[in-house]
């Protein structure tokens, strides 16, 4: 786990909070009269009890791969995402000589490729793929601003590129958030207007084939795509708290999501689309939408629901003290890691499930040796769900 994003995880509800606030107070003309057959989408609340249990009790006998996320000399790694074929796209930051590398980790064979160097000490923050392309975010802080940028893979060619530069950033101004479709990409990225002591927040759209970066959305927030749909956040029409809104690709018509709470984190696989809400003090709570159909997978007064990753099968994110995954096809949620929550990440695709968990356990010894290697040891632990023995 990459130490700058551990601490801007923990507190990652207030970051974005404060984005949604810029967001709402944002001076631009909004746009919402301009949407296509604007409508409430209807959506049945089921509120299922939804079990928890820890991944022997929901899963059974199982076995567990563990490997050591460490490079030749000893250069500790972090894993950024993970793919049906087992895949483990990763990084390792600049250590002992060495430049940033990213690569891919492929756990069947044991082989890693690396298919990216960073000389300017840039490391990336989260990545996106499909079967042609890899697309990630790579970033670099100073003491009051950070530089961040946008860079694609082609896994035929064997090729990069930087699409787009972010300079200069004001740290009060979270990440970039990207998604990749087929052929192109969109992000969010915020700009701020000290004269006005607001932020502008767009969605850009770049067309892979063309090269072309066009402006998608003109007030917008964390893009995900799906099968046949794009949502994103956005003020709502009175600009008092954002809003959920849902492009359905195959009739172009655009609509808002109702939640209860403001939302506050989206993420998206095949027909799912998934979202975390936040009412400002201390209520928390996660659902799913399908098919015009909402389902709440669970609720919190204490613990929020920072997701990481969503496939087909599964949604995983992180807690105040716990590393979950909730389980589709079980309809429970099943609890990975309670041990170091506060450290781990879990990515999830249909096959596999993997999470980090640290190999210095003592917490100032570890913190020591992650400040001196810019990144934690690391033990990954993987599940592939072939091997899941249902009970």
Not at 185 to 214: F, P, Q, R
Not at 218 to 231: K, L, R, S
Not at 263 to 285: M, Q, R, T
Request: proline share 2%; glycine share 6%; aromatic share 12%.
């Amino acid at each position: 786990m990459k130490l700058k994003k551990l601490f801007n995880k923990n507190t990652g509800i207030f970051l974005i909070v404060s984005l949604i606030i810029l967001l709402t107070s944002c001076n631009n003309i909004n746009d919402s009269s301009s949407l296509k057959n604007k409508e409430v989408t209807n959506i049945n609340d089921i509120k299922d009890v939804v079990i928890e249990e820890n991944y022997k009790e929901a899963f059974g006998d199982i076995n567990i791969n563990i490997i050591k996320a460490e490079l030749d000399e000893e250069r500790p790694w972090a894993q950024l995402n993970i793919s049906d074929k087992g895949e483990i796209f990763g990084f390792a930051p600049s250590n002992n000589g060495k430049d940033t590398e990213t690569f891919i980790y492929d756990i069947n064979s044991n082989k890693l490729e690396t298919i990216y160097i960073a000389k300017d000490d840039y490391e990336p923050i989260f990545l996106e793929f499909n079967e042609d392309y890899l697309v990630w975010e790579e970033g670099i802080s100073t003491e009051s601003n950070m530089n961040s940028r946008l860079v694609i893979y082609d896994r035929k060619e064997k090729t990069s590129k930087i699409l787009y530069n972010h300079d200069n950033i004001s740290m009060a101004i979270t990440d970039d958030y990207l998604a990749l479709g087929n052929d192109y990409v969109l992000w969010s990225s915020g700009e701020a207007d000290d004269n006005a002591n607001t932020t502008e927040y767009k969605i850009y759209k770049y067309d892979i084939k063309s090269g072309n970066i066009s402006i998608f959305k003109e007030e917008g927030v964390m893009p995900v795509i799906g099968n046949d749909f794009i949502a994103w956040l956005g003020p709502n029409s009175d600009r008092t708290q954002s809003e959920i809104y849902y492009n359905n690709l195959k009739d172009g018509s655009i609509s808002s999501i109702p939640t209860e709470y403001n939302p506050i984190y989206l993420a998206a696989s095949g027909d799912s689309l998934v979202y975390s809400e936040f009412d400002g003090n201390s209520k928390h709570k996660i659902s799913v939408y399908e098919n015009g159909i909402g389902k709440e997978i669970g609720t919190s007064n204490t613990d929020y629901f920072e997701f990481s990753d969503v496939s087909d099968n599964f949604i995983s994110w992180r807690g105040t003290d716990k590393v979950r995954v909730y389980d589709k096809k079980l309809n429970k949620i099943v609890d990975v890691s309670d041990e170091f929550g506060a450290y781990a990440t879990v990515y999830v695709s249909n096959k596999y499930i993997v999470w980090n968990s640290p190999v210095i356990t003592d917490p100032q010894l570890g913190k020591k040796k992650a400040i001196d290697q810019g990144i934690y040891l690391s033990y990954l632990h993987i599940i592939n769900i072939d091997d899941i023995e249902k009970k």
